[in-house]
Structure formats: C-alpha cells, structure tokens
C-alpha cells in the first residue's frame, strides 16, 4: 500500500507565514502572493508560533510577513522569538507607524530584514519578498559550503602538505642529482645553509647547468615553500615589456592596455622570484630594480599610488658580472643588492661523476613525457655520453636523450642513436684526457696496438651506427677485412 506524500513533500513554492490580526489584510497579502509562494496565515503570535513548531520540522516555511501592531504581542516581540528558534527564516515587519525606536529594536534584537511600510504596493512588496526568498536559499548554500569546507578542511589540509612534501622532494635538495664526490655537492650544502634566510641569492654558471634548479631547490627548502615560487628570463624581453611584466600596468598606461594586469612581483608577494639572465638587462632597468629591492615597492605603469610586496629575490647569469661591473656596464650597487650570496654551479664536464644518474633521471622522465618505454642505455651508448664534453650542459643532456627515446625501437637505446655530433666526438677532457688513456694502455708495443686498432674500430663502428660498409671505406679496408678483425678482437657481436 502506498502511503499519500505529505503536504511539505508536495509543495513546490517557497512558504511564508503572514501573521496579521485582520482578516482582510491577510486575504489581500494572499491574494498578491499565492502565485508566487506558499502562503499560511496567522491571526496573531500564538497561532503563528503553533503553525512554525509544525512546519518547520521540514523546514518548509523561509519567510515571516508579520504586522507590527497586534493585541497582545507586538510583531517585533514576536519576531524576536522566531530569531531564537528559527534563525534561518528571513523575518520582516510590516507596519503603518514609522516609528524610529521601533525600528532600531526590530533591527538590532529581532534581527528583521526588511521594514515595510503600510499602505503596500503590490509589485514592491512581491519584489521585495522574492528577494528574501534568494536571501534563505544563499544562506542554505552558504551553510551547506561551509559544512563541505568544514568536513573537507583536513582532507585539503593533508593533500596541501602532500603536495608541499612532493614538490620539496622534486625541487629541494633531493631534486638536484649528484653523485658522491661530486662538486656541486658543495653548492647543495650551501644551499642548505642559506635557504632559510631572506638573503638574496646570485646563482652563475654556464648555460643549461640547472641554475633554475638550484633557484627552485633554494625556494623549497625555505620558509617561503607554501608560497608562489615565479620566473622571468630577462633576456628574452625588452626594457619595456620587461618592466610591465615585473611591476604590472594600469588600463590605459599605454597603448594597447585594455585592463589592469599585476606583475610578476605582486604575483610573487610571499614567495620567491628567480629573475633569469640578469646580466643582460640595461643599466636604465636596473635602477627601477634596484628601488624594488632597497624599497620594498614600487610602482606598477600607469599608478600614482606604490604597491609593498615581500619577495625574495634569486638571479642568475652565464656572464662575468664582477666583469661587467668594472666596465661599467652592470651597477655596482645593484650586484652588491643581489649577490648577497654567490653560488657557482659547475658544468656538467666537471662532474662526470653525476652523468650516469643524471642520464637515468632524464631517460626516466623522457619516457614517461613521450608515452614510451625504455630499460636503459646500451655501455657503448653510455660510454659515448660520457666521452662526450656537453657544451650545452644538463640542457642538451636533456635534449639528446629525448630524442634517443622519440627514434627508439628497441627496449635499450644503442649508440647508434646517438646525434652525430655526439657520435663524432672529442675525448672528454681534451688531448691531455687522450694521452692518459693512451698511457694506461697495458703490454709491449704488439698489444698497445692491438688495444688502440681495436679501440679505432669500435669507435669508427659506433660513430657509423655498426654500418660495416661505411666503416670500412672511412678505415681504408675491405668489408672482408673489417669483418675479420670485428672476429679477432671479439667485437662481432656488437653488431
């Protein structure tokens, strides 16, 4: 049997309650309203309160309309109990007296929304009720938000601290791979050291050496982690630009600024801005720099009104600015502002220690940005890209092993994918490198010249990617020939 819904159940319009002792003034409030709510009808506060104790266990009604003037219980007295009760329902006095004091008491202790007037008009009173309607329905979703937030608080809380751990672990200390006894673990202590004080920070070294990375690990590993951690290659941008990129505009500042746009610096409030290639801009940009720096503020395009930010700033460059100071062409002041702390980070030919765990993170993450999967790098492979002396550093590292992973079709990656000017290498460290090589070779003269033909065909193979013809025609020997000396030095397998 199935059971009839309640009226509550069926209701479709928002309810409200008009308690008013006169009759006709409750037929006339109906009959404005009842196409746009529920309407109930109370002659006086008793009854009013008997209507709410029953329908509010559903929460139906949203709105009180009540009359000032009633025997007994003034609307004000009467509103100030449902405030108790019910604080949620939207409550308003309607009245015929303007009475000031009135008023004052059924704002300040009975918490009324509006207080109209007698005689009413039909479409400011409809307006004004539909109103308070959409004010109990954003109040429902504002408390329904804040429970969501309320209950979700520690779940955030947890995912924000698990993203700040990720983030330290990627970035920090632990992001900067380096092998045992390599130089730059001298600059990671110093990192560690400096990190936690608001000291400006000058990072050097040549291009691609991962001075973003030291930035980025000098940021996660101090007070500012939580906060926004912002780049800008000034190098790459004009004195202008650059400077509506950092400080920000206002509309109309210039030509073509249609709407407000906040810097890099504003952006950056509470965090770290790492300023990349420093040295190149021009001693013009680099007084409005140096004001941020002293100052603490500044002004962004267009504004007569400075704005104070507290940014930790981090430079680098690939320049000698102790150089271009004494020439003139670098402030002296502001390199004093930013190098508070110098950190100079080696090239990667200087540790060629770290190579193979820097080749195995980059293998690592070339794969998993190309969708590909790859076990590893073949030993003559490695033993190429650890000959090599990488001009371009852990950049062009990077580069060659992604497009070692992009041409694979094999699950190891061979040499003889390896770009030519890899392939078509100098001996790591130059002819002194070659000659201690040469004089570590074992034996009389007979067998340092087998180990070197032996070495010569290996390296031809390789740089050739094991195609025997073109080996043998750059060594001056038949395919026959090469073949035999590939089965007498045991390299035939290489193939």
């Not at 109209?116 to 409809?126: A, N, R, S, T």
């Not at 608080?153 to 751990?165: A, D, H, I, N, Y």
């Not at 550093?393 to 060659?400: A, G, I």
Request: proline share 5%; charged share 25%.
């Amino acid at each position: 049997m199935t059971l009839p819904a309640s009226r509550s159940s069926l209701r479709r319009l928002p309810a409200i309650l008009v308690v008013d002792d006169e009759v006709r003034s409750q037929e006339a409030l109906r009959r404005t309203l009842e196409e746009d709510f529920e309407v109930l009808c109370a002659s006086g506060a008793d009854e009013g309160m008997d209507i709410l104790e029953r329908e509010q266990t559903t929460a139906a009604i949203r709105i009180v309309l009540c009359d000032q003037r009633m025997p007994g219980t003034t609307g004000v007295q009467f509103l100030k109990e449902v405030r108790t009760r019910w604080p949620d329902i939207v409550r308003i006095i309607l009245s015929g007296y303007t009475d000031a004091e009135d008023i004052i008491t059924g704002v300040n202790e009975a918490g009324i929304w509006q207080y109209l007037l007698k005689p009413w008009q039909p479409e400011q009173l409809l307006l004004t009720l539909q109103r308070a309607a959409e004010v109990w329905r954003l109040q429902q979703e504002n408390q329904r938000l804040s429970l969501d937030l309320r209950v979700a608080e520690p779940v955030l809380k947890k995912q924000v601290e698990s993203k700040q751990e990720k983030a330290k672990s990627s970035f920090g200390l632990d992001g900067l791979i380096r092998a045992p006894g390599s130089p730059i673990n001298a600059v990671c202590d110093m990192v560690g050291r400096v990190a936690p004080f608001d000291l400006s920070v000058m990072v050097t070294g040549e291009s691609g050496t991962g001075k973003e990375m030291v930035a980025r690990a000098i940021h996660y590993e101090s007070k500012r982690a939580s906060k926004a951690f912002i780049t800008e290659n000034c190098g790459a941008l004009p004195d202008t630009l650059l400077e509506s990129e950092l400080f920000g505009y206002k509309r109309g500042a210039f030509t073509g600024a249609a709407e407000d746009r906040i810097g890099l610096f504003q952006q950056a409030d509470g965090g770290t801005l790492f300023l990349d290639e420093i040295g190149e801009t021009s001693p013009a940009f680099q007084v409005k720099l140096l004001r941020v720096l002293q100052e603490g503020e500044f002004r962004p395009l267009g504004s007569n009104r400075p704005v104070t930010v507290d940014v930790r700033v981090i430079a680098a460059t690939n320049r000698d600015l102790e150089d271009d100071v004494r020439t003139g062409r670098f402030r002296e002041d502001l390199y004093y502002r930013l190098a508070t702390i110098a950190l100079h980070v080696p090239p990667l030919r200087d540790r060629p220690m770290d190579l193979p765990l820097l080749a195995a993170s980059l293998l690592e993450s070339s794969c998993r940005a190309l969708g590909k999967t790859v076990a590893g790098f073949s030993s003559e492979a490695l033993a190429c890209l650890a000959a090599y002396r990488w001009p371009g550093n852990v950049r062009e590292l990077q580069n060659e092993i992604l497009r070692m992973v992009a041409l694979s079709t094999t699950p190891q990656l061979g040499a003889e994918l390896l770009s030519p000017r890899v392939l078509h290498r100098p001996v790591a460290g130059g002819p002194a490198a070659e000659q201690a090589w040469t004089a570590g070779l074992s034996g009389g003269l007979k067998e340092r010249m087998e180990q070197l033909e032996a070495h010569l065909l290996k390296d031809a193979l390789t740089r050739h990617r094991w195609n025997k013809s073109r080996a043998a025609r750059e060594l001056g020997l038949s395919r026959v020939g090469l073949r035999a000396k590939l089965v007498r030095y045991g390299l035939e397998q290489g193939e």
